[in-house]
C-alpha cells in the first residue's frame, strides 16, 4: 500500500537500469523487493562468476542467510510462449525427447523454445555455482565454513494458446496448471472477436503484468483495432500483444490478452 502511494524510489530504481530489456525490467522489481523486504539479509545481484580467467556467466541474485547459515543462488526468467503442434516447426534434437507428444511452445520471436529454456536455467544457470566453487570468490566475508547452498527458480511469463484450438496443449510437470494464459491469432482472424468491442494495444513493457490503469485515450473499438494491427505490420514482422476491456463503474479494466501475429507467422520469422 506504500508503495502505491508513493512509488518514486521503485521508479528511480527501474530507471536506472542499463537496459530497457523485458527481462531486465523483471529482474529489477524483484531485486527492488529482496532489498527493502528481507530484514539483516545480504543481497548480491548480476553477479559475473569467473574460473581460471574466463567469465563462466552472470549470477542473478545471491542471498546470504546468516540466521540459518545459507547462500540462496536464484536464476529468474520472464517469457511469453506461443502454442503450436509439435509438427508445425520441427523439433530440435536436443529437447525432441522432453516435448510432450503434441505441444510445442515457441517464443514470439521462434528462436525462443519453453522446454529449451527450463532445461537451461536447470541444468547449467542454477549448477553454474558449486560448493566447491563458492570459497573462492563468496562476496561477503563469512566467518564459518562454505554455507550450504540452495538453489532456486523463478521462471514467469503467460502461456498462448492458439485461438479455437479443439485439442487441448499438453502440459509438462514443471508448469503451473494456474499459469496465466490468453490467446493468439493472426490478424486474418480478427473477426473472431468482433464480440468484444473494446480494445488497447500494448507496448512492450506492459507485457509484464495486467494492466491496473488504462487511458481512456488509448482504447479502441474492433475495427480501430484491426486498421492499427494493419499499420504496425506494414511496419513489423514481430507478433503484438493487445488486451480486450471491459467497462467498470469506475474505471476500464483488462479482460483478456491476446498475441495478433503476421500472416506468415512462424515461418515467415
Avoid at 185 to 190: G, H, S, V
Avoid at 241 to 248: A, D, M, R, W
Amino acid at each position: 500500500m506504500r508503495l502505491d502511494q508513493n512509488p518514486s524510489k521503485l521508479i528511480d530504481w527501474i530507471n536506472t537500469a542499463p537496459s530497457p530489456r523485458l527481462g531486465l525490467m523483471f529482474e529489477r522489481y524483484w531485486q527492488y523487493y529482496w532489498a527493502n523486504h528481507t530484514d539483516n539479509d545480504l543481497w548480491a545481484f548480476n553477479r559475473q562468476l569467473h574460473r581460471n580467467g574466463r567469465t563462466l556467466g552472470e549470477l542473478d541474485a545471491l542471498r546470504w542467510s546468516s540466521s540459518i547459515g545459507a547462500l540462496d543462488h536464484y536464476e529468474l526468467a520472464v517469457k511469453f510462449y506461443l502454442q503450436l503442434p509439435k509438427t508445425a516447426l520441427g523439433t530440435p534434437p536436443d529437447t525432441a525427447k522432453s516435448l510432450p507428444e503434441s505441444t510445442q511452445w515457441v517464443g514470439p520471436n521462434v528462436i525462443d523454445w519453453l522446454h529449451k529454456k527450463y532445461q537451461q536455467m536447470r541444468d547449467q544457470q542454477l549448477r553454474s555455482l558449486t560448493p566447491d566453487t563458492l570459497k573462492d570468490w563468496m562476496p561477503w566475508p563469512i566467518e564459518q565454513k562454505v554455507p550450504r547452498l540452495r538453489t532456486h527458480m523463478i521462471f514467469k511469463g503467460r502461456l498462448f494458446y492458439q485461438l479455437d484450438d479443439d485439442q487441448p496443449p499438453l502440459f509438462e510437470p514443471y508448469i503451473n496448471p494456474e499459469h496465466d494464459f490468453g490467446y493468439w491469432l493472426n490478424l486474418k482472424r480478427w473477426h473472431c472477436l468482433e464480440e468484444r468491442p473494446y480494445w488497447l494495444m500494448l507496448d512492450k513493457h506492459e507485457w509484464l503484468a495486467p494492466l491496473q490503469a488504462v487511458p481512456p485515450e488509448r482504447i479502441l473499438s474492433h475495427q480501430q483495432t484491426r486498421e492499427a494491427l494493419r499499420d504496425y505490420f506494414g511496419r513489423h514482422d514481430s507478433p503484438i500483444q493487445v488486451i480486450s476491456l471491459l467497462e467498470g463503474s469506475n474505471n476500464w479494466q483488462e479482460s483478456e490478452r491476446f498475441f495478433v501475429v503476421p500472416e506468415q507467422w512462424p515461418s515467415a520469422q
